[in-house]
């Protein structure tokens, strides 16, 4: 076996042999929640290019800074399946069914969904703070960013993605992303790729969190006065 393919079955071994199985014995009956995803926001697309839809969707489904905070939030759920006017549908439909799908079959329906939904209102909270920070502060945003739309599917892709990478060892895959997110910013410093980053920080403290609880329940397995095995990593998630 070659360096290479040691460092692929290291790097992707545990996820794909937990993703492997329920793809073999259900097909993508395995990931209902990601079918479902995909076809919203196919539909969403669909509609927000037609005159008939696009006003429906920019009332139900898109969110700005400038709008108020309530309607705002209310709309955060739907949001995260618009995807953006101005890019090919295509890579947002081919991102959500890849990521989503992993997630969903890695980690279960509820925490794929909770994680999507915090990364995206991570987004969505750090765009209003950030216009009132205004582009004088390192973390401010400039006024007319509070015009444009949130980033749709994306961020909560990121933020799976590098969470179900930490969770299945895959760190360098983590590291990636995170690297190409701050590649991002510095290439092209706009409001999308800010809300990334802001996602990124969101999932770090879902990480830390998941980290802390897990050595908690190995502690309280272990009992009293027994110290926890040297380079034991952390259990993955089941769905």
């Known amino acids: ?8 079955r290291t790097e992707w071994g545990p996820l794909y042999t937990t993703v492997r199985g329920p793809l ?17 926001t196919a539909v969403l697309q669909f509609a927000q ?21 309530l309607p705002s939030l209310l709309r955060t759920p739907l949001s995260l399946f618009v995807p953006a006017l101005d890019l090919p549908v295509w890579g947002a439909l081919a991102q959500v069914l890849f990521v989503i799908g992993i997630a969903e079959i890695c980690l279960g ?5 909770l994680i999507g939904y915090a990364a995206t209102l991570a987004g969505t909270l750090y765009a209003r703070v950030g ?5 004088g502060h390192l973390l401010g945003l400039p006024a007319s960013d509070a015009l444009v739309v949130d980033t749709g599917p994306s961020a909560a892709v990121v933020a799976l993605a590098v969470f179900v990478a930490w969770r299945y060892g895959a760190r360098v895959t983590a590291g990636a992303v995170v690297v190409a997110m701050v590649a991002e910013v510095l290439v092209k410093n706009n409001l999308a790729g800010k809300e990334h980053l802001s996602a990124l920080a ?6 830390a969190a998941s980290a802390l609880r897990d050595r908690y329940r190995a502690a309280a397995q272990r009992g009293p006065g ?14």
Do not use: H, K
Request: charged share 20%; hydrophobic share 40%; aromatic share 8%.
């Open 1 to 8: 076996m070659t360096t290479l393919a040691r460092w692929a």
């Open 24 to 40: 073999r014995e259900r097909g993508w009956r395995a990931a209902p929640l990601t079918l479902g995803a995909v076809c919203l």
């Open 49 to 69: 290019n037609r005159t008939w839809g696009y006003g429906l969707v920019q009332e139900w489904g898109t969110v700005r800074a400038a709008d108020p905070l």
């Open 109 to 113: 329906r509820r925490r794929t969904l």
């Open 131 to 135: 216009v009132a920070l205004g582009p």
């Open 202 to 207: 969101g999932v770090g403290l879902l990480c």
């Open 226 to 239: 027994r110290r926890p095995f040297p380079g034991s990593g952390l259990p993955p998630i089941q769905s």
